[in-house]
């Protein structure tokens, strides 16, 4: 009976908030309602690197105590949380682990600078501008500055247009996006068009021409691509750096024909093969539930012409 006091020095953790946990060999585990609290600080010892695009997405490296397993959220530049290094879902080339040092390691992609309009022309982007990191555990001390980063114009890629301007979503076509500071052969950048990966095929400072798998019909959309440059981060895209794409049936004529086939359809629409017409499966669903294959004969952009076909003899047997 009566009280004790137990000293122990606490080794290398993770940033936050912790519960003492004490257990005795002879008596088990303290109450847990009772356990004190325990903040531990993360020390940041340096960043890598310490300039990147002002439109995000750099992969930046933080080294020093405490980052294991904390959240890429737990970051933030100029008060805006980092993400974690993926982009779309898939992460992003970070290079082989560093196991050389003692110190933990956390890797991250900045924010967009705080207000930075990336449709405004160049000109107007501020040259350099320097924003304080802070880490959000423990919140006790959420606004203690531990380092600082830059945004630079001179770090930051950017597409000013996409060719074509439209394309059918039926056929799968290669994309141009000319731009600067595009990066180089060395690593290949990373293009989406909404979550579909565009497979880069070649690529220079001034222009990257990606693959773009067709997609499932759909009326006109515009799209606006998400590109990754390693070393630098996200491009900043132009007011020009969209492209439209649609594949649709707009209106079938004539409305009836005979079941035994031979009609034949004129369909009116956007996104048709203007290459190869004949490369269309047409099939057109009955009332009753049942299918007819409409072999194409001619078409152009917009307009395909096609033979319905008829039902297949019934067989019969006479005794």
């Known amino acids: 009976p009566g009280s004790k006091s137990v000293a122990c020095i606490v080794q290398s953790g993770n940033a936050g908030t912790h519960a003492v946990v004490l257990t005795s060999a002879a008596q088990g585990r303290a109450d847990p309602a009772d356990a004190p609290v325990v903040e531990y600080e993360p020390t940041i010892l340096a960043i890598r690197p310490v300039l990147g695009s002002l439109a995000g997405g750099t992969l930046i490296t933080l080294y020093g ?35 050389s040092t003692a110190v933990s390691i956390l890797r991250c992609l900045t924010p967009a600078l705080p207000g930075f309009n990336e449709e405004s022309h160049w000109d107007s982007w501020p040259l350099e501008t320097r924003v304080d990191l802070t880490v959000l555990v423990p919140a006790s001390r959420a606004s203690d500055v531990r380092g600082d980063f830059s945004y630079a114009a001179n770090r930051t890629p950017s597409v000013a247009a996409v060719a074509p301007p439209t394309r059918s979503a039926a056929l799968s076509t290669t994309i141009r996006l000319d731009g600067t500071s595009l990066g180089d052969s060395s690593e290949a950048p990373l293009v989406f068009v909404d979550s579909q990966a565009c497979s880069v095929v070649a690529q220079n400072p001034m222009n990257i021409s990606c693959w773009l798998q067709r997609s499932s019909p759909l009326a006109a959309t515009t799209h606006k691509p998400v590109v990754w440059i390693p070393g630098n981060g996200f491009a900043a895209m132009g007011p020009l750096s969209t492209f439209t794409s649609h594949f649709e049936v707009r209106a079938v004529s004539p409305a009836s024909g005979s079941l035994a086939g031979g009609a034949i359809l004129s369909i009116d629409g ?50």
């Open 65 to 99: 105590d405490g980052l294991d397993g904390l959240p890429c959220s737990a970051v933030a530049l100029g008060g805006v949380p980092c993400s974690p290094p993926e982009v779309m879902g898939g992460r992003v080339p970070v290079g082989a682990e560093d196991n």
């Open 270 to 319: 956007v996104g048709f093969s203007v290459i190869d017409p004949l490369k269309h499966e047409v099939t057109v669903m009955l009332t009753n539930g049942m299918q007819r294959t409409c072999k194409v004969l001619a078409g152009n952009a917009s307009h395909l012409r096609c033979e319905l076909q008829g039902a297949a003899p019934l067989a019969s047997v006479h005794g």
